[in-house]
T-cell receptor, first 118, second 112 residues
Framework: DVKVTQSSRYLVKRTGEKVFLECVQDMDHENMFWYRQDPGLGLRLIYFSYDVKMKEKGDIPEGYSVSREKKERFSLILESASTNQTSMYLC?????????????????FGPGTRLTVL | GENVEQHPSTLSVQEGDSAVIKCTYSDSASNYFPWYKQELGKRPQLIIDIRSNVGEKKDQRIAVTLNKTAKHFSLHITETQPEDSAVYFCAAIPNTGNQFYFGTGTSLTVIP
């Protein structure tokens, strides 16, 4: 059973603080993702990583950075937190596979971190 | 890039009725279409998926249909029950990439 864990369920920070959100998966998945979830906007991709030390920007990377030094761990960093970064943050992982040339495979989500920036 | 639109944003049905959620996509290279269910306070979980070489897939009370020509796919839930109340997300994944493109979600409420 795939397990994706996130370091905190709830986090309260002040404007300007540097914030680290950690995600760990235990299934040796290559791909890892960070999303933020806001009402009416669905799941928006911030960054993803397709392998160790590799990263790609998603749809809303501004104000965020990421780090993937080990395969099982993917960190999201808010360099200087702002109130508009108050949100639910979801991490996910996926084992990229191929079947007859098609990519597929489920994304497994972590429980989420509810971040409030005051 | 891919653009996924999902309708309706909210849906209320009486218990026992059917519910249908529709998504459209823009990239003809997309070939994998999963549906995720997110119950209140919980993480999204895959409930059903379909690949581009299949037109319909069923799993008990849920089914997904895909129309590649029109670039739309739908989730059908029959005989709805209160435990089906949740937010449902569709997604489209192009063959060439790693990124999942999600719809904005549908909040389904099943009224007992």
């Amino acid at each position: 059973d795939v397990k994706v864990t996130q370091s905190s369920r709830y986090l309260v920070k002040r404007t300007g603080e540097k914030v680290f959100l950690e995600c760990v998966q235990d299934m040796d998945h290559e791909n890892m993702f960070w999303y933020r979830q806001d009402p009416g906007l669905g799941l928006r991709l911030i960054y993803f990583s397709y392998d160790v030390k590799m990263k790609e920007k998603g749809d809303i990377p501004e104000g965020y950075s990421v780090s993937r030094e080990k395969k099982e761990r993917f960190s999201l960093i808010l360099e200087s937190a702002s109130t508009n970064q108050t949100s639910m943050y979801l991490c996910a992982s996926r084992n990229r596979g191929f079947l007859a040339g098609e990519s597929y495979n489920e994304q497994f989500f972590g429980p989420g971190t509810r971040l409030t920036v005051l | 890039g891919e653009n996924v639109e999902q309708h309706p944003s909210t849906l209320s049905v009486q218990e026992g009725d059917s519910a249908v959620i529709k998504c459209t996509y823009s990239d003809s290279a997309s070939n994998y279409f999963p549906w995720y269910k997110q119950e209140l306070g919980k993480r999204p979980q895959l409930i059903i998926d379909i690949r581009s070489n299949v037109g319909e897939k069923k799993d008990q009370r849920i089914a997904v249909t895909l129309n590649k020509t029109a670039k739309h796919f739908s989730l059908h839930i029959t005989e709805t029950q209160p435990e089906d109340s949740a937010v449902y997300f569709c997604a489209a994944i192009p063959n060439t990439g790693n990124q999942f493109y999600f719809g904005t979600g549908t909040s389904l409420t099943v009224i007992p």
